[in-house]
């Protein structure tokens, strides 16, 4: 059983800046790979970034790519994702997630645990 706790969400003007974290509650935490997807009002939660096992490779839907950086501490056993640049139609709710392997990295049933999400919205 992996717990999973988002933080640092809020609200932020476009163009402005954001970091979340999500701290595993696991010791086996670099046995995971680790997924942040979105969910907005009305819209099916989608996919926006993902980070290996290992942390060498990340992965990003195309709307972020540029933009958004996922990273990993496995000493503190947390994932962040760190938001510039940000828009509008960035406001959801965000959440991590564990699984672990990197194949179907952005499809949300091959997760095994989730968060329970942290608010971000981003005033025009």
């Known amino acids: 059983q992996v717990q999973l706790v988002e933080s640092g969400g809020g609200l932020v003007q476009a163009g402005g800046s954001l970091r979340l974290s999500c701290q595993a509650s696991s010791r086996a935490f670099g046995n995971y790979a680790m997924g942040w997807f979105r969910q907005a009002p009305g819209k099916e939660r989608e996919f926006v970034a993902a980070?290996?096992?290992?942390?060498?490779?990340?992965y990003y839907t195309d709307s972020v790519k540029g933009r958004f950086a996922c990273s990993r501490d496995d000493a503190k056993n947390t994932v962040y994702l760190q938001m510039n640049s940000v828009k509008p139609e960035d406001t959801a709710v965000y959440y991590c997630a564990s699984k672990t392997s990197v194949q179907r990295i952005g499809v949300a049933a091959e997760y095994d645990y989730w968060g329970q999400g942290t608010q971000v919205t981003i005033s025009s």
């Open positions: 980070i290996s096992r290992s942390g060498t490779f990340t």
